[in-house]
């Protein structure tokens, strides 16, 4: 059996996390979206999305380069998600929410690089 992109745990979380801070930001006034909002949505989204095209290359370096881009993506997601809190954009349980899922994350995505790099060959 091979491994398909839905298989991949780190990728999942990142997904589903991305849908949620979508529908928060979706909420917020159009000042708060244009300025703040636009930017996290875009990080969290990075996120997967960096995963997916990784999983995509056929060679394991330019996969692992990939899933090393998702990390600088969850760098800037706590960057943001900080932001929305000190400028009052989240609820407390939203910021505790996304700040717990973007800290799984490294641990989930370094596992997958070193999957990547023992289970293949090229």
Same mark, same amino acid.
């Given at each position: 059996?091979?491994?398909?992109? &839905?298989?991949?745990?780190?990728?999942?979380? &990142?997904?589903?996390?991305?849908?949620? !801070? +979508?529908? !928060?930001?979706?909420? +917020?006034?159009? @000042?708060?979206?244009?300025?703040?909002?636009?930017?996290? !949505?875009? &990080? !969290?989204?990075?996120?997967?999305? $960096?995963? &997916?095209?990784? @999983?995509? +290359?056929?060679?394991?370096?330019?996969?692992?380069?990939?899933?090393?881009?998702?990390?600088?993506?969850?760098?800037?997601?706590?960057? +943001?998600?900080?932001?929305?809190?000190?400028?009052?954009?989240?609820? $407390?349980?939203?910021?505790?929410?996304?700040?717990?899922?973007?800290?799984?994350l490294p641990r989930e995505v370094n596992y997958l690089v070193k @999957?990547?790099?023992?289970?293949?060959?090229?």
């Amino acid at each position: 059996k091979y491994l398909k992109l &839905a298989d991949v745990d780190c990728y999942k979380r &990142a997904l589903k996390l991305s849908n949620y !801070v +979508w529908d !928060v930001v979706i909420e +917020w006034d159009y @000042f708060a979206k244009k300025t703040v909002g636009t930017q996290f !949505v875009r &990080a !969290v989204d990075s996120i997967s999305a $960096n995963i &997916a095209e990784g @999983f995509g +290359w056929y060679h394991k370096k330019d996969k692992i380069k990939f899933y090393r881009y998702s990390c600088g993506s969850i760098d800037e997601s706590l960057d +943001w998600n900080q932001k929305s809190k000190h400028r009052k954009l989240l609820l $407390n349980k939203q910021y505790d929410h996304i700040l717990a899922e973007l800290k799984a994350l490294p641990r989930e995505v370094n596992y997958l690089v070193k @999957f990547t790099r023992d289970k293949l060959k090229k």
